[in-house]
């Protein structure tokens, strides 16, 4: 078996590569993590960051946040107060991203949920190799814990159901 065709995922030196295709593997991987890291520093700290990187064929890649025209003038006025324009621009721009980090959350959450939920419906199907009909008080404690989880999702489940018939009446009639 011959060698890789591609260079994946494997661990590319620091220092300058001679092999073009190597050289190319590695911009866009640094070029990545780089963009990552500046996410996270403008998540945590709420900065004001650019990067302008030149690929090896010397084609520019930029990332500004807020704007670019808000990076520029910091840099080149820090001392000076941005102009309304650019000011309204780069709130747009944050409030933007904040929503969108805000929705994220909200699905990740969901996400949780939903997962949690699938386990607990996992759960209750094998509960329900005993059958629903027998006698509760004839169920061991712990599946009287998995029927307690069944009932609670399905109460929840109805819930939400209910609470979407609602929003629905409430946009139709609005």
Excluded at 50 to 69: M, Q, R, Y
Aim: contains cysteine; negative net charge.
């Amino acid at each position: 078996m011959e060698g890789k065709k591609t260079v994946g995922h494997q661990t590319i030196s620091m220092g300058k590569n001679e092999n073009e295709v190597l050289q190319y593997a590695s911009f866009s991987k640094r070029r990545l993590s780089l963009y990552e890291l500046a996410g996270e520093l403008i998540q945590q700290h709420d900065v004001d960051i650019g990067i302008v990187l030149f690929s090896p064929t010397n084609k520019p890649h930029s990332f500004f946040h807020p704007t670019a025209e808000t990076v520029t003038q910091h840099l080149l006025n820090p001392n000076i107060e941005l102009s309304d324009t650019t000011q309204l621009a780069a709130t747009c721009v944050r409030n933007n991203v904040n929503e969108i980090e805000f929705k994220l959350a909200e699905f990740k959450i969901r996400e949780d949920v939903a997962s949690k939920q699938t386990i607990i419906l996992d759960q209750a199907i094998e509960m329900r190799e005993i059958g629903w009909w027998e006698e509760i008080e004839k169920l061991k404690s712990d599946e009287l814990t998995q029927f307690e989880a069944w009932l609670n999702v399905a109460d929840s489940n109805m819930k939400y159901r209910l609470e979407q018939l609602e929003n629905e009446v409430a946009s139709n009639v609005s």
